[in-house]
């Protein structure tokens, strides 16, 4: 089976800009997790969703925002991007509706804001 | 908030020694978790101990987990050039609270 697949992989933005990352989770797996990762540090959380229900949501500005679809894939969008926003964004998927079971990463997408 | 702390940030060992790294977390914990990381890319899920346990094995992992001092440790037997990689430990408080990573271990493993 596929794991967790994201896209695109990498991504060059200027600032004031908007984006949208994609995530495909683990056939079977209704549960979607957003993580941020920056340079140095371990990653930190941003949302979960799970059957289309947003479960979790992190300490990250309104800007951060996103939806699951009917086949549970998963969207996360920034708006008015800044420097500071260039990380790692990763996503996770899980067989279960908890938040801190066992997470299955994607290669995640390298977002640079320029 | 709540977070592990890995040590070292960084430790450099012979391929074929034995490498361990430490986590330590400030509050009660429900689960911890251990996840791998190569190059910046995507985390691998290593094992998760919960907080009524005190010992778990996978294979050359072994993970310890003693709440008392609020704190973990990874060992990892008879290391490999394979496993250079970031080593991040993971807690969270309550089975629906979020997953809180710490920011990791480097270990180099050279052959």
């Known amino acids: 089976d596929a794991g967790v697949t994201q896209s695109p992989t990498h991504l060059i933005k200027t600032r004031g800009q908007q984006v949208t990352l994609r995530c495909s989770p683990i056939?079977?797996?209704?549960?979607v997790s957003w993580y941020q990762q920056v340079l140095g540090q371990g990653p930190q959380f941003i949302f979960q969703?799970?059957?289309?229900?947003?479960?979790g949501r992190g300490n990250f500005p309104d800007r951060f925002s996103a939806r699951q679809f009917p086949n549970y894939s998963s969207e996360l969008n920034v708006n008015a991007l800044l420097l500071g926003d260039s990380a790692l964004y990763l996503c996770?998927?899980?067989?279960?509706?908890?938040?801190?079971?066992?997470?299955?990463f994607g290669p995640g997408t390298r977002l640079l804001v320029l | 908030s709540q977070q592990g702390e890995e040590d070292p940030q960084a430790l450099s060992i012979q391929e074929g020694e034995n490498a361990t790294m430490n986590c330590s977390y400030k509050?009660?914990?429900?689960?911890l978790q251990w996840y791998r990381q190569n190059s910046g890319r995507g985390l691998v899920h290593l094992i998760l101990?919960?907080?009524?346990?005190r010992e778990k094995h996978s294979g050359r992992l072994r993970v310890t987990l003693d709440t008392s001092k609020k704190s973990s440790s990874l060992l990892i037997t008879a290391s490999r050039a394979a496993d250079t990689a970031s080593y991040f430990c993971?807690?969270?408080?309550?089975?629906?609270?979020?997953?809180?990573f710490g920011k990791g271990t480097r270990l180099s493993v050279i052959a």
């Open positions: 996770a998927s899980s067989d279960t509706g908890w938040i801190s079971e066992t997470q299955y």
């Open positions: 056939s079977g797996h209704k549960s």
């Open positions: 969703y799970y059957e289309k229900e947003e479960r």
């Open positions: 509050t009660s914990i429900n689960n």
């Open positions: 101990i919960r907080s009524n346990e």
């Open positions: 993971a807690t969270d408080v309550s089975g629906n609270t979020p997953l809180v």
